[in-house]
Structures are given as C-alpha cells and as structure tokens.
Antibody, heavy 121, light 110 residues
Framework: EVQLVESGGGVVRPGGSLRLSCAAS????????MTWVRQAPGKGLEWVSG????????GYADSVKGRFTISRDNAKNSLYLQMNSLRAEDTALYYC??????????????WGQGTMVTVSS | QTVVTQEPSFSVSPGGTVTLTCGLS?????????PSWYQQTPGQAPRTLIY???TRSSGVPDRFSGSILGNKAALTITGAQADDECDYYC??????????FGGGTKLTVL
C-alpha cells in the first residue's frame, strides 16, 4: 500500500525549532518529487516547500524562505522539513505529499494524514 | 503578489451540475499553470481529483471533470451527491518552483 506518514509535530515556543519527518512506503521513493503543504486551523491549504527526486533542487514559499529547509534521505525513504525561527503564524497541520513526477511541479497525488505544529508561548 | 481566487461557497441541488472556478487576481489561467483540484472533507487529508487541468486521478469517478473555461480553470461536478458536500481547493503552478493554492470553495448539496 502506498503510504506517507508524518511525524515530529508538537508544541514549540516562538523562535524555536522543530524537524518534521515523512516516512514513505509502498513505492519507489527516489522516483518522485515531494512537497510539504500546511493548513492552519480552520483555514485553507498553503504550499510550503518542494524537493526533486534527487534532492538537488528545492523551492519555498515566500512565507517560509530562509527559515525552513526541506531535505530527503532516499536510502531511508524519508522526507524532512527543518523549521527554524518559528512564529505563531506557522501553527498548522503539516502534510507531506508525493508529486506525480520527479520534481514537485506536476501535482500532488498521494497525501499523508498530517502532523500538527503549534507555536505558542 | 498574485492571488488565486475561488468562490468562497457554492450550492447545488442533489443530482445537479455545478462548476467551480479557479482564477487569478491578475491575468488568465491557462494550461501552463498546471491547475489541479483537491477535495477535502472535515478532519481528513486532501484527496486529489484532477491534475494537469483535466486528468482525473486514479479512482475518481467521471462525474468530476476539469477544464479551462474562459480565463479560469474549472471543476465541474455532474450528478451531485450528498457526499460531494465538502471543501474544494485548486492550486496553480506559478513557475520557479512555486505553487499557490486558492482559498477553497465550500460546496453545499441541498
């Protein structure tokens, strides 16, 4: 079964850091680009970051550029999101999603169930 | 900054047809924006309906179709059912590795 499982969410103070993980199974992880999408409570979806199949190309939304870093370990079938300098407005459910192709510029076909990040003092 | 626009809400009668749209605050949507559509019920992860403008994702019934209508991307649902009542999101590829979601449309079936 094709599956994505996020982990690493939690409560963190403003200015703090958190590292999210996304474990992939049931498909050849290193064939696909991957993406992080978030959803603040009661709000819509927001694209956060994408990475190509090899990890050599990345992209970020302006709202997180310079604070978040996306990476992947194809040997571990895992995607990561390092989040630094967290702000209250980063509070959201974070989803990882698989792209249809090797980059993150096709569309998102498989989604995880999400991991919640709460930034609060 | 370009904003992706969607109707905040829409209503359709059971069995009816509804077309949701996805536009730009400035300019026209074309296939080069690679529009895709996602369905989300409360408490659940999004489900992919349509990608590459008009390609249905695996397992999506043919009641759902995508297109370009005028200067917008469109999602048409024919024969609306009660369980189609949920939120629908479009997303456009802006180039340079950037995607932007619309604000979503809450569809009511009544």
């Amino acid at each position: 079964e094709v599956q994505l499982v996020e982990s690493g969410g939690g409560v963190v103070r403003p200015g703090g850091s958190l590292r999210l993980s996304c474990a992939a199974s049931g498909f050849s992880f290193d064939d696909y680009g991957m993406t992080w999408v978030r959803q603040a409570p009661g709000k819509g979806l927001e694209w956060v970051s994408g990475i190509n199949w090899r990890g050599g190309r990345t992209g970020y939304a302006d709202s997180v550029k310079g604070r978040f870093t996306i990476s992947r370990d194809n040997a571990k079938n895992s995607l990561y999101l390092q989040m630094n300098s967290l702000r209250a407005e980063d509070t959201a459910l974070y989803y990882c999603a698989r792209d249809y192709g090797g980059n993150w510029e096709d569309a998102f076909d498989i989604w995880g169930q999400g991991t919640m990040v709460t930034v609060s003092s | 900054q370009t904003v992706v626009t969607q109707e905040p809400s829409f209503s359709v009668s059971p069995g009816g047809t509804v077309t949701l749209t996805c536009g730009l605050s400035s300019g026209s949507v074309s296939t080069s924006y690679n529009p895709s559509w996602y369905q989300q019920t409360p408490g659940q992860a999004p489900r992919t309906l349509i990608y590459n403008t008009d390609t249905r994702s695996s397992g999506v019934p043919d009641r759902f179709s995508g297109s370009i209508l005028g200067n917008k991307a469109a999602l048409t649902i024919t024969g609306a059912q009660a369980d189609d009542e949920c939120d629908y999101y479009c997303v456009l590829y802006m180039g340079s590795g950037i995607w932007v979601f619309g604000g979503g449309t809450k569809l009511t079936v009544l």
